[in-house]
């Protein structure tokens, strides 16, 4: 491991697993164990879903469009 903290991942483990520059990773630890989990955007079908879901809970909530963009205000500190 480097000073930074660094860790070279051996190019024939990024072969064999599909690993490209540029991927991002979740990291766990847990004992003396590191686990790197590859993080993908979900598909569009997956994301449309999720997104119905939660407009559903929001419409079963009784929040209105101006309660979100009030809620987002408060937390970037604009109120």
Same mark, same amino acid.
């Given at each position: 491991?480097?000073?930074?903290?660094q860790?070279?991942?051996?190019?024939?483990?990024?072969?064999? *697993?599909?690993?490209?520059?540029?991927? =991002?990773?979740?990291?766990? %630890?847990?004992?003396?164990?590191? &686990?790197?989990?590859? /993080?993908?955007?979900?598909?569009?079908?997956?994301?449309?879903? *999720?997104?119905?879901?939660?407009?559903? =809970?929001?419409?079963?909530? %009784?929040?209105?469009?101006?309660? &979100?963009?009030?809620? /987002?205000?408060?937390?970037?500190g604009?109120?």
């Amino acid at each position: 491991m480097s000073s930074k903290g660094q860790v070279v991942i051996p190019n024939a483990v990024r072969d064999a *697993l599909g690993l490209q520059s540029g991927m =991002q990773f979740v990291v766990v %630890g847990q004992g003396d164990c590191v &686990i790197l989990k590859t /993080i993908k955007p979900p598909d569009m079908t997956d994301f449309n879903l *999720l997104i119905r879901k939660a407009r559903e =809970q929001a419409r079963i909530a %009784g929040l209105k469009r101006s309660d &979100i963009a009030e809620a /987002i205000a408060q937390v970037r500190g604009r109120k």
